[in-house]
């Protein structure tokens, strides 16, 4: 299942995990030759097709579409300023292939939680497949290639989000950010130019070349273990005396998101942070909250900006329309999600 | 070119900075902009100036922590055979053009970003090999792994051939030569 539609997920501090390979041909970067390029698409379809991926259907020139599977973290964002671009995903959406973008192939592994070895597992299983049938741009001083220089090396990378409310509660956001620097990582905030993130920060480790993956995987694991460690310490200590406060926060977070008319994406990610917060803490209040931990996952997809209008399929003049269409559909999503809620006892 | 400071006097000293950035100041500028006077000796003329090209800063490595200025004295522009993008092309934009600048340019682009290499697969040889990666569990194409792995398979061979021989075991020795001969013959 992709990773904002896994039911039965538990509220968990790591929402999704994530391996990715770039990877480009040894003949061409996606400037050079448009022959070269086109040659490869049409190979990579039938591969795809051989392999029992979907093809995404993407209407020319549909900036929003493209740049709403990039808000899922399914694509880069470089994809929508190519004019040969593909996009693959396999039967549970949670590998996908795209073509087209700065780097010619975007492979991607991405599992609800915190499932970074089977990510691995499938994103080198799809590497490899490609392996086979094309031949990739690799040095022995410099490994993968890409036109942007500072990418070329492993071509790998290893990425989580983590949700971290505690950290930007208590200031200690900076002693994560260090301890990622040291790893070699980088602990960003989600949605970087936004002021308001929901508390979401994405880790993110480029492998070095020649490093062993597993080996690597297992150290970053290890990483995100000692993050999540230190967030729920400081969760426990101070946010347990608050019980009261966090759940009626959680509740008028809840409240709003059912019955506002317009929302904007701060509001969103606030009121998702608080809720996601109050699941965490008191996972025994999540019936009396009515609503699933997977549910957030999906309000966190399915509703910023592109995406909402994606959703909507429909053009918007002005933010305001936006911010309506956006709370029309997390309306719609919370009804639908509750009615497949178990029956209270 | 008019010195970038003091806008009246004739540029005469052309470096990069840590950041990338060019400057062209007069002596005088350029003597109270270096404390250390380093730059003496450094002063060229505006036609000499024009086949300078600065080692592109441009990915937020630092090249160096020296003052020293960052020129590479080039005759020409150089020139990707296989995309004929220019080093300066390159330099303005940040990016490569086809995986040949690669090789084009390497003397233009910073040491940082080569690769592991031989780190790599030092820490295959010392036994940190990966179930199912194949050499050292690193990544890299199927074909050089294979033959990296066949490599491997050989030297080790090798190794045990020079110790059969030298502890005088022939019939093993016979044995291991065959058996390079074969790899050898499929390559």
Known sequence: ?345 | MNCEKCKNKKATLFYADEGGRRHALCAACGASFNKLGKYEGYTVTEEEAESYLPIPNLYGYPRTSSPEPLYVRIEEDIKCPSCHASASEISDSGELKCPHCYSAFAQILPPAIAGYATVGYAAGAAGRVGAGAGFCGAKMPIARRRAAEKQIRLDELRAKLRSAISSESFELAAKLRDQIKAIDAAN
């Not at chain 1, 036109?147 to 200690?172: H, M, Q, V, W």
């Not at chain 1, 260090?178 to 990582?185: E, K, P, R």
Request: charged fraction near 25%.
């Open chain 1, 1 to 345: 299942m992709s990773w904002f539609n896994s039911e039965g997920a538990l509220p968990s501090h790591v929402l999704w995990s994530r391996v990715r390979y770039i990877r480009n041909l040894s003949s061409a970067f996606y400037k050079s030759d448009e022959k070269t390029i086109l040659e490869a698409q049409k190979k990579l379809f039938e591969i795809m097709q051989g392999n029992g991926f979907r093809k995404e259907d993407i209407p020319d020139g549909s900036q929003i579409k493209l740049r709403s599977l990039a808000e899922k973290q399914f694509i880069p964002y470089s994809l929508e300023h190519s004019s040969i671009h593909d996009v693959y995903f396999n039967e549970p959406c949670s590998l996908i292939i795209s073509f087209g973008g700065k780097d010619i192939f975007d492979i991607r592994a991405l599992l609800s939680g915190r499932a970074l070895k089977d990510a691995l597992n499938i994103a080198s299983q799809a590497e490899e497949l490609l392996d086979g049938d094309f031949d990739f741009a690799y040095s022995e001083t410099y490994g993968y290639l890409s036109p942007s220089p500072k990418d070329c090396g492993s071509g790998a990378e290893l990425s989580c989000a983590l949700f971290l409310p505690a950290a930007r509660y208590f200031g200690f956001k900076d002693e994560l950010c260090l301890m990622a620097d040291s790893f070699g990582a980088t602990l960003l905030p989600f949605l970087s130019d936004a002021q308001n993130h929901g508390d979401i920060f994405i880790l993110s480790y480029t492998l070095p070349l020649g490093a062993n993956e597993k080996f690597e995987a297992e150290r970053f694991d290890s990483l995100i273990g000692k993050i999540v460690e230190r967030e729920g310490e400081s969760e426990r200590i101070i946010f347990d005396k608050e019980r009261i406060i966090n759940t009626e926060r959680a509740a008028r977070a809840l409240g709003e998101l059912n019955f506002a008319r317009r929302l904007c994406e701060d509001e969103l990610l606030y009121d998702l942070s608080a809720i996601r917060l109050a699941l965490l803490l008191y996972p025994e209040d999540a019936t009396e909250l009515e609503i699933a931990a997977h549910t957030l996952d999906k309000l966190l997809a399915s509703c910023l900006s592109c995406s909402t209008l994606e959703g909507a399929g429909v053009e918007v003049k002005d933010i305001g329309e936006c911010d309506g269409l956006r709370a029309s559909l997390v309306r719609r999503i919370l009804a639908e999600s509750k009615a497949a809620l178990p029956a209270a006892t």
